[in-house]
Nanobody
């Protein structure tokens, strides 16, 4: 059973930055990975995806502000978030893509002045 542990969230002012980390207990070699988020009262949505070769795709609203990356040897996935906006407030999760693993606990990101 693969376990996912997200970290790096917190409270940040609008325009600030955060770097989220995700540690995967199993291998991520050959696996597409992604970050998702769920805001209060909303469905979980795909934020960013990264292929095994490092190609990336982003939700339109985060393009140019967020950067997903991966470290296959360490079994880690990262999300650098810059120019944060209040609408980015959500619980952020990592998982494979398409999702097949159980969700981790996520990490709360709150953007507020």
């Amino acid at each position: 059973q693969v376990q996912l542990v997200e970290s790096g969230g917190g409270l940040v002012q609008p325009g600030g930055s955060l770097r989220l980390s995700c540690t995967v207990s199993g291998t991520i070699f050959g696996i597409y990975m992604a970050w998702y988020r769920q805001a209060p009262g909303k469905q979980r949505e795909l934020v960013a995806r990264i292929t095994t070769g490092g190609n990336t795709n982003y939700l339109d609203s985060v393009k140019g502000r967020f950067t997903i990356s991966r470290h296959n040897v360490n079994g880690a996935v990262y999300l650098q978030m810059d120019s944060l906006k209040p609408e980015d407030t959500a619980v952020y999760y990592c998982n494979d893509y398409p999702t097949s693993w159980s969700w981790g606990q996520g990490t709360q990101v709150t953007v507020s002045s």
